[in-house]
């Protein structure tokens, strides 16, 4: 049986992953926001001491009969939800409307639980969701948020996480990882979980009950070279065999053909695979934003020894579970550095693409059209400046001159953007989508201002960090300007 996967943002993608899952058989759990919360039983009547059984009694006479209705409304005085907290739900139709299937594949016994807004022990003291579910420990994790969403969602779950947790990150532009040590106080890396990062290319969108796979794509996805190594420190005593020195997490990847892009994943030694995860070290309640180490909240581990060969568990629970979707999602495993050349070069097609395209309102194919000539020069003069900052910073450096070579001179970065706009001609890039949505918050900050941040920090003495970067600064802030005089749709 493949280990559970919690699911945050079941937005379009969040929800293709399920649809996959569900087919592999792959057990998972979506987060809901707009999940019953169980204030209403607090506010209805203002009754004192109203208790969770109340709530169920009053809801057979105010109950509704559609009991999807538990999974969407969130009127707080006006209803009472008789099964809450439901077990099983219908919660989508999710259809693939690629090629291979066009009927409709419904996925009932979805398993939920509640991403309630603040975790108070006191709102949530009639809850029992909030008691079982909601202190038990999350290994696997599968972030398909916004970029900016990231850090408030992941704080509602942060008493859930452990040091041995897998995180993966699959989403736009770069920068989410840090952000999220940083607010949770996450700075000691043996005090922090494992972090997976992953690039897709598959398109979905989310309309009402329904999963639309506007695309079909792949998945490439890698451990952080800090994750695979461990903290940077060697895992003594993990594999008695073995030489103790060398950190055994890697270990995970040794191939026989050492093969780079897409290589084995080995199973570690049976003490590792047998070590329990702690299930009895239920999360104390913790403020969201308190920069609270994990030693202050879970029972520490008795030896560090213990920890890292739950966290080499959980890496490689995550890799292998992940890449029984090899074929249907075509999702690859790369080794840390190759997915960092592709997410380098990812960010930079974001950086170049998105804001242009969402100034100027337009599918991507039109930034091809000969019509548009402002626009090539804009996507032109940001590519060029984008590989400048590249080929400056330290990540560049770090990976080799074949893959700086192969994705990331400015000749394979154009081409790639073109490529891109090529496949993608029919479609409004993410941004944009986000735009006609209503959103007053983009992703920009995560592509174009990454680039600003790493042109700041990598900048020749004698520059100014206001000067570096000045296309990226100007649409960024041209981005920032149009969401933010965005009315809201309701
Ligand atoms: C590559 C891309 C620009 C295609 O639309 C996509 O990443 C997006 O929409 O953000």
Redesign the pocket.
């Known amino acids: 049986m493949a280990p559970r996967f919690h699911v945050l943002g079941p937005g379009g993608i969040g929800s293709l992953f399920a649809f996959y899952f569900h087919k592999h058989n792959i057990p998972f759990t979506f987060f809901q926001r707009k999940a019953p919360p169980p204030t209403p039983l607090l506010l209805v009547n203002s009754k004192d001491n109203y208790s969770y059984s109340d709530a169920l009694h009053d809801g057979d006479s105010n109950s509704s009969s559609d009991s999807s209705d538990t999974a969407t409304t969130t009127t707080p005085t006006s209803k009472i939800y008789k099964s809450y907290p439901p077990t099983t739900l219908k919660y989508m139709d999710l259809t693939s409307l690629s090629t291979k299937s066009a009927e409709p594949q419904p996925i009932d016994a979805i398993n939920w639980e509640p991403l309630y807004p603040v975790i108070d022990k006191e709102l949530f003291r009639y809850d029992p969701a909030y008691n079982e579910l909601s202190r038990s420990p999350i290994h696997h994790l599968l972030v398909t948020t916004k970029t900016y969403q990231t850090v408030d969602a992941i704080s509602k779950i942060r008493h859930r996480l452990r040091p041995w947790s897998t995180l993966v990150l699959m989403q ?1 532009g770069m920068g989410v990882q840090e952000e999220i040590c940083e607010t949770m106080g996450w700075t000691d890396p043996h005090e922090r979980p494992n972090f997976v990062q992953g690039i897709i290319s598959h398109g979905a969108q989310k309309l009402e009950d329904t999963i639309v796979h506007t695309g079909i794509g792949s998945v490439w996805i890698a451990p952080t070279a800090e994750s695979l190594a461990g903290g940077g420190e060697g895992e003594e005593g993990e594999d008695d065999n073995e030489d103790s020195s060398a950190p055994s997490r890697m270990k995970l990847f040794r191939s026989q053909n050492s093969q780079k892009m897409n290589p084995k994943i080995i199973r570690p030694s049976h003490k590792i695979m047998n070590t329990p995860y702690p299930y009895n070290s239920p999360a104390r309640f913790i403020s969201p934003y308190t920069n609270a180490p994990f030693s202050s909240f879970y029972k520490p581990l008795s030896s560090r020894k213990e920890l890292q060969a739950l966290r080499t568990r959980s890496l490689y629970e995550t890799l292998s579970t992940l890449q029984l979707l090899e074929d249907s999602m075509g999702l690859k495993i790369l080794l840390p550095e190759n997915l960092l050349a592709l997410q380098l070069s ?1 960010l930079v ?2 950086a170049c ?2 804001p242009v395209a969402t100034l100027l309102e337009c599918t ?1 194919g039109n930034l091809l059209d000969p019509v548009t000539e402002d626009a090539h020069q804009a996507v032109k003069d940001l590519l060029k400046e984008s590989q400048h900052i590249l080929s400056q910073s330290k990540e560049y450096r770090d990976l080799g001159e074949d893959l700086q070579q192969e994705h990331l001179t400015l000749e394979a970065l154009t081409n790639t953007t073109v490529n ?1 706009l090529k496949a ?1 001609r029919q ?1 409004r ?3 944009l989508q986000d735009y006609l949505k209503g959103s007053q918050k983009s992703e920009v900050e995560y592509m174009n201002g990454y680039l600003i941040k790493m042109a700041e920090r990598d900048r020749a003495p004698e520059m100014s960090a206001e000067s570096v970067a000045p296309f990226n600064r100007m649409v960024m802030e041209k981005i920032k300007e149009k969401f933010a005089s965005r009315t809201p749709i309701e």
Do not use: A, M
């Open positions: 736009n990812k097609v974001n693409v998105n991507n891109i993608t479609n890039c993410s941004t």
